[in-house]
């Protein structure tokens, strides 16, 4: 047998085989869903349904305030005043020196070099925290030799000397710390 035999032989084969499904009247089975569209259209259709709803969104009426609302917000009034009061209760003098100190120090036992470096330290931490009014506790200078107390004198020369220092004072009552304690509004 030859090649040119055994491509006739499949020729026969195969116009056997389609008479066969000519009479029996069926057709190849498919695979595909019955009536399921081609990629093109799906594709037509996706671009369809996008068209319309953008023919859609166009159409809708926005109600003016709405848009108006949505391009440029709210302003919250009452918040700002508030805000507004609040920061210039922080410049209004009598309301800085009737306010309670928002941090304290206390220089207690220390020699005056560690208590230069304490005060440096902590006046530097509450000005970066944004304090206002601070304490130093400095004592009354009773068991300092001599008759000046040291530390005391050290805080009001560190107050005087440093930019960071405004208004100083000491506190009114006793229980405060009268004369050995000393306030400090930082600016």
Known sequence: MDMGDILNQWD??????SKKQKESGKNQVSHKKANAPTAEEKARKAEKDFEARLRADNEKQINPMELWLRRYGTIDKDKIA????????LYDRNYLLNMQPEARLDLHGLHQDEAQASLERFISDCKMRGLHKVMIIHGKGIHSHGSDPVLGELVRRFIEHDKRCGTSGHPKS????????????LK
Do not use: F, H, L
Request: overall charge neutral.
């Open 12 to 17: 026969s084969m195969q116009k056997n085989q």
């Open 82 to 89: 508030e805000e507004q009061e609040s920061r210039s209760k």
């Open 174 to 185: 006793k229980a405060e710390g009268g004369t050995g304690a000393t306030w400090v509004i």
